[in-house]
């Protein structure tokens, strides 16, 4: 692969805004033109049907990172790039992003699932005997089971709960 890039130390980091969903596609068609580029991720709970499943994608919905010497390559390419809309910027100047926030996102271990419902999160029952009913998450009891708060008789009372049955408020 060529790159563009023959002094690292004069290039800056810079966003590039992608077309929506297509942020791999402009991650990989950049980098076959020889651009460095950088497309954090992370591990997100998700409802797919009726499960709920851990899903990879990009920590920024719609954008990623390249690395560019303005004094040495052409910008033009990018803009015609398939799954890229535009490289960001303010009036006519390109958006420079801190090296420091690149190396942050680098090092960061994204090995943790952000979880679709956090504990004192407003719920409601999607299905089952209590479909309908809202109460308060409070934890997770396993892979796919959760505790909610509920107001029953006057009390409140913590039942568990299929996670694929409830819905955020």
Known sequence: MQTYLTDKNSAAWYVVHTKPRQEVRALENLENQGFECFLPMIQVQRLRGQRVCAVTEPMFSRYLFIRLDDTTQSWVPIRSTLGVSKLVSF????????????????SSPLR?????????TEVR??????KGLSGIYETEDGDARAFVLIELLGQQQKIRIEMNSLRVV
């Open 91 to 106: 009036g006519h100047q390109p958006a420079k992003v801190l090296p420091e926030l690149i190396a942050f996102l680098r």
């Open 125 to 130: 029952i999607a299905s089952g005997v209590l």
């Open 112 to 120: 943790s699932v952000e979880k679709m419902f956090k504990s004192g």
